[in-house]
C-alpha cells in the first residue's frame, strides 16, 4: 500500500542551501533539504537580491514606525516599497504553489521571529513578527503550508507540515480533473486524515460537495479548497488520533486475537502517554490492513500522509512523539 504523491512546490529561501546569498556571503546548511529534494520540486528565491542588494551587503531591519519600514541603517536605503513591490509581483505570478520554507529570524523571510526595532540606529527592540517579503506571503496564501527552517528541525511542526503539503498538492491535482467524481474520491479517500484534524470542517466540506449541481463546480471547488486548507490550519491532537484508530479498529473487531487487541490498546495507551510516536501505531495497523486486504483502509491517506522516505527522516524529539 505505497501511495503515488503529487509532487508539491515549495518556495524556499535561497540562502537555505541553494546559494551563498545572506548578508555576510554565507548560507546556512539545512539538513533535511537532501531528502526532501526527490519529492518536493523547490522555487529558491532571496528576496534582498532580488530587490538590488549585493552579496555580502550590510545588515537591514525593520523598524517599527506606524507601520513597518524595512532599512539598511549603513547606507540610510529606504527598501520599503522596493520589497513590497517585488514580493507583490513574484507571489502574483507563481503559477503553482504548495507551501513555503522561509529562513528563521530574517528581516524578509522571517515567520514569527524577526527583529524589530523602534529605531533605525539604536538597538531598542520593538518586538518581533514577521519579515516584510514574508508578510505579503502569508497575506497572498494565508492558507498554504508556510514554515522556517528553525521550527521544521521539531519532529511535530515537521510531519504536521508535510502532511498538510501533500494533501494541498493531492488536491490541486483533484482539482485540475474540473470532475466532481475526482473531489469525491478525495475526500472519501482522506476522511481518516481529516478526522484526525478538524472533525466538524471535515463534515462541512462534505456538505459542499452533496451541494453540488451541474452548474456550480467551480463554486463547489473553490468552497471546498477554501475549507481544506482550515481542516490543516493547526496540527491534529493525539485524542482525535486515537478516536480515529479505535474507529479504525472497528474494521477488524472480529478478525484479530484477543491477544492481538490487548496489544494494540496497549499501544494506544503508550501513544496517549506520550511514550511512543504514532508511526509506532500505524506501522502495526498497516500490517493489518495488507493482512486482511481491506481495499478502503488501503486507499486512506491517513496511513501515508506523505512520503516514507519523509518519514525517515523525523527524530522524536523530547516531547515531540
Ligand atoms: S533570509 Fe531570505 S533575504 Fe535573507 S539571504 Fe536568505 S533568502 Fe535572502
Redesign the pocket.
Known sequence: MYRKFTKPTVV?????EF?S???NGL??SFDPLDLMMPHIDFI??????EIGLG?PRDPIRIVQKKNLTLVQPSTNKKLTFSMNQFANSFLNNLETVDGFI??A??????IKDAKYYFKQDKEQSAGKGP?L?TKKVIKVFPGLAIEDEGRLRNFHIREHFFTKLFALSSFRDTKKTKKISSLIKYHANNKFLMMAYNEKTMRKLGKIIASYNKSNLTKVFRAYEKNLQLVFEKPYRRKTNVNVLMHVMGFFSKLLTQKEKKFILHLFKQYSDRRVPLSALIQVIRSWITRYQNSYLENQTYFEPYPFELMDISNSGKGNL
Open positions: 524556499i529561501s535561497k540562502c537555505l546559494d546569498c545572506r548578508y548560507k546556512i529558491p528565491v532571496c528576496p534582498e537580491i552579496t522561509l529562513k529570524k530574517s528581516p524578509s523571510c522571517g519579515g517579503f
